[in-house]
C-alpha cells in the first residue's frame, strides 16, 4: 500500500513537472515532445524487442543458415 501510495505521488508530480518543461520546450531545439514518463523515476522502460528472422541471425553471426525441407 505505502508503495502504491507513493508511486501516485510520483505520477502526479511528474504530471506537474511534464506540463512545465512542455511549456517551456524549445520546438527547434528540441522537436520530440516530454512524456510524463520522462520525469517519472518509478516508471522503467525497456528496448522495444525487435523482430528478426533465422537466417538474419545467422548471417549476424557469420553462419550459414540452411533451412529444412519437410
Known sequence: MVNARRQH?????????WI??????????RRKPFKPDD???CVT???A?????VKQVAS???AKFHPSSN
Open 49 to 53: 524487442l525487435s523482430k528478426a528472422s
Open 9 to 17: 505521488d510520483w505520477q502526479l508530480a511528474s504530471t506537474l513537472v
Open 60 to 62: 549476424l553471426l557469420g
Open 20 to 29: 512545465t518543461a512542455e511549456v517551456n520546450r524549445d520546438r527547434k531545439r
Open 39 to 41: 520525469f517519472n523515476p
Open 45 to 47: 522502460t525497456r528496448p
